[in-house]
């Protein structure tokens, strides 16, 4: 996936410099969405950097994998960065942030612990915003090539030949 | 070389569809010197096309025109526009079929008889025994390189079978092993043995699995009596005055159409298609829909009782290397209906790998319930759960004219209500499954639903009496001589095996059939 902009081009310092940290890992600036250590940053041309952070946090409290980082699920929601998607996400970060607001919190990426993320998304989870998300995650996140050998998956095998001498049947302690 | 037939030759038989079923016939018919044309919707995808990429496969190869579904089965709610996971392409659903070949048990031909009287079933009991299909079983073993029969070796069990089989031994089961499949365990008829790719769901690259796109296909183009003619999309089977049909209404890939004639048609599209195809093919004088006097065309639709059960343990199992279905447990797929219900399931060997499994576990499962079974998925072994399922006349095939499909035909709707009995056998199925893994000491097992269905069946019943069904015990339409069914619409009842092997056995059965009947001029 090319979604993701390295932020090699400047500085971490200077990447730093250029954005606000909005929620646990995540920060933005104008046009782009980073990690809030500047490992990674990407840009967004239609969704506001900050309902893209949100977007990125509703992703990582739908399919939660603590060793899966911040820019794959970047990468998984990426695609809602468009011109026929904007309103769309627009009122349904509305929607999580007034969820938010009513248990006390400025807003989604405010709120601290998952559990009560997730009682949210509970709330919301027949509309047809959390469906969409939750249905592109599934290929968008799961789908994605650089993501597989962080769950052991090896993808393809037919260039190497399979596993007929590549431990098929490996495993000893059955 | 592969021959080129006339559209207004009407001396050929048209063949419909590409698969176990009209890929074995097509070819059988060329062998004996018969000219056929086989229209396929799809097109002609070879090994060196197929890819090992769940999601890429999937868009490639799938049959993905508009269909719709309704009923109680949790298809309909996770998967609504797609029943059926079946492919469009040159050797239909054998490039992603799994290649178990198992032949049918003898009761399972008498359901009715051996079962009774099952409320909300309608059982029939086949045309024919099995000793009718044993010699037509053993030409398909033969045709198609089924382990352990022909002194071909089983295939090596990978690391989800050496978990399946160690925890079904330590319940007891006996009949365990490494299948019966039509995959090459050595090389043999111009193939390879099986190098424990992984995708045989995505079509084998090395071709090591049977597949009627690179066997029966090329085989029959050789001997000069079969044009196949791919992404030839028949719409309508026309017919004359007298009843009979004459031919076959198709699109071709530019949408432009073509009228093939024919002297006998074929109809082997699997059995969502092939009854909508005759319901399609509705005239003044069959406004019901071609050989649908009995109103049987559509109805007693099965799909298996199918489910799964994943088992997560402590220790890395790496599932997808290796066959996809690299063993079965066959004990339970006796009539015992002490377990609470009549017939029987087998257990086989499955992985997904990790694209599929995301969509297929829980479809519509989030959280970390969810996602801590997927951060286990080296950990995780899997099965397959297939049973025989109840034909039930309200579980059908209709034609729904509120949705088209790209050339304005109204879509199949496929209707699916569960049986008490399919739910019965599928929680014990469950049960069972989960203590296999125990057995082996999962730490978590997960009784997973059905999939879109991969076993589509019934749909044109084959019946001893006109009334009970659409075709008699060759597959000829009861009411049209020269129209038959050559897939596995035609079955009576499902059995618990896996179709396949059934089917090509069937088709090879109809071929001598039909040949015979072409020389005594009875059609």
Not at chain 1, 29 to 34: C, I, K, L, Q
Not at chain 2, 309 to 332: C, L, N, S
Not at chain 2, 439 to 452: K, N
Request: charged share 20%; glycine share 12%; net charge neutral.
């Amino acid at each position: 996936m090319e979604t993701i902009t390295s932020s090699k081009g400047i500085s971490r310092r200077e990447l730093l410099k250029r954005c606000m940290v909005v929620g646990a890992g995540l920060a933005v600036g104008t046009g782009f969405v980073a990690g809030s250590t500047a490992t990674w940053a990407m840009e967004t041309k239609y969704v506001a950097p900050k309902e893209m952070a949100a977007l990125i946090q509703m992703a990582r409290d739908i399919y939660p994998h603590n060793h899966v980082a911040d820019q794959y699920y970047a990468a998984a929601v990426k695609g809602f960065d468009s011109e026929e998607s904007k309103a769309r996400i627009a009122d349904g970060v509305a929607a999580l942030d007034a969820a938010a607001q009513g248990r006390g919190y400025a807003d989604y990426l405010s709120v601290p612990w998952e559990l009560e993320r997730v009682e949210i998304l509970r709330g919301m989870e027949q509309s047809s915003f959390f469906q969409t998300m939750r249905g592109n995650l599934v290929t968008g996140l799961y789908n994605n090539k650089e993501v597989w050998p962080l769950f052991g998956y090896e993808g393809e095998s037919y260039s190497k030949g399979g596993y007929i001498n590549r431990g098929f049947d490996d495993i000893t302690w059955v | 070389m592969s021959a080129k037939f006339d559209l207004n030759d009407d001396g050929v038989v048209v063949v419909i569809g590409s698969g176990a079923g009209g890929g074995t016939l097509s070819n059988e018919l060329a062998q004996k010197g018969i000219n056929v044309v086989c229209l396929e919707a799809g097109g002609r995808h070879l090994p060196q096309d197929y890819q090992n990429d769940e999601w890429g496969s999937f868009g490639q190869i799938s049959w993905l025109d508009a269909r719709t579904t309704s009923g109680d089965w949790r298809v309909a709610k996770d998967f609504s526009g797609l029943p059926a996971w079946i492919v469009k392409a040159v050797g239909g659903s054998t490039v992603h079929w799994a290649g178990a070949s198992l032949r049918f048990q003898e009761h399972e031909f008498k359901t009715q008889t051996v079962y009774g009287n099952v409320h909300g079933a309608n059982l029939l009991d086949w045309p024919i025994g099995l000793s009718e299909l044993e010699p037509y079983y053993a030409k398909a073993e033969a045709k198609m390189g089924v382990t352990r029969t022909n002194g071909i070796p089983g295939l090596p069990g990978n690391n989800n079978y050496k978990v399946f089989e160690a925890g079904a031994k330590k319940l007891g089961y006996k009949k365990v092993h490494t299948g019966n499949m039509a995959i090459n365990s050595q090389p043999r008829d111009g193939r390879p043995g099986c190098q424990q790719v992984g995708f045989c769901f995505q079509g084998c690259k090395f071709g090591a699995k049977w597949s009627s796109a690179y066997t029966e296909i090329p085989k029959g183009e050789a001997t000069g009596h079969l044009e196949v003619r791919p992404n030839a999309h028949v719409l309508k089977i026309e017919h004359d005055k007298s009843g009979k049909v004459t031919g076959v209404l198709y699109a071709d890939s530019d949408g432009n159409k073509h009228l093939q004639k024919a002297r006998i048609v074929a109809v082997a599209g699997n059995s969502i298609e092939s009854p909508r195809l005759l319901l399609n093919s509705a005239s003044s004088m069959f406004p019901d829909g071609l050989a649908n006097s009995s109103g049987q065309v559509g109805r007693n639709y099965m799909r298996h009782m199918t489910a799964s059960v994943y088992g997560v343990f402590d220790k890395p199992v790496r599932m997808w290397r290796g066959t996809t279905m690299a063993g079965i447990v066959q004990d339970e797929s006796r009539h015992d209906p002490s377990r609470g219900f009549v017939g029987g399931f087998e257990f086989e060997t499955l992985s997904l790998g990790l694209p599929f499994m995301a969509a297929f576990l829980n479809p519509g499962g989030w959280g970390r319930e969810f996602t801590t079974a997927l951060d286990s998925y080296e950990n995780m072994a899997g099965m397959w759960l297939v049973g025989e399922d109840m034909p039930q006349e309200t579980n059908r095939i209709t034609l729904n004219h509120d949705v088209k499909d790209q050339y304005g035909l109204p879509a199949p709707n496929v209707h699916f209500d569960d049986h008490p009995n399919d739910i019965a056998m599928r929680n014990y199925a469950w049960k069972k499954g989960a203590e296999i893994y125990d057995a082996v000491g999962a730490t978590r097992t997960f009784p997973t639903p059905p999939y879109p269905s991969t076993h589509n069946l019934g749909t044109n019943r084959m019946s001893a009496k006109a009334r009970d069904g659409v075709v008699n015990k060759w597959g000829q339409t009861h009411d049209i001589p020269n129209l038959f069914v050559s897939d596995g619409s035609q079955f009576t009842t499902g059995a618990s095996e896996n179709p396949t092997l059934t089917i090509v056995s069937l088709a090879i059965r109809q071929a001598d059939y039909i040949a015979r009947e072409m020389a005594a001029r009875t059609i």
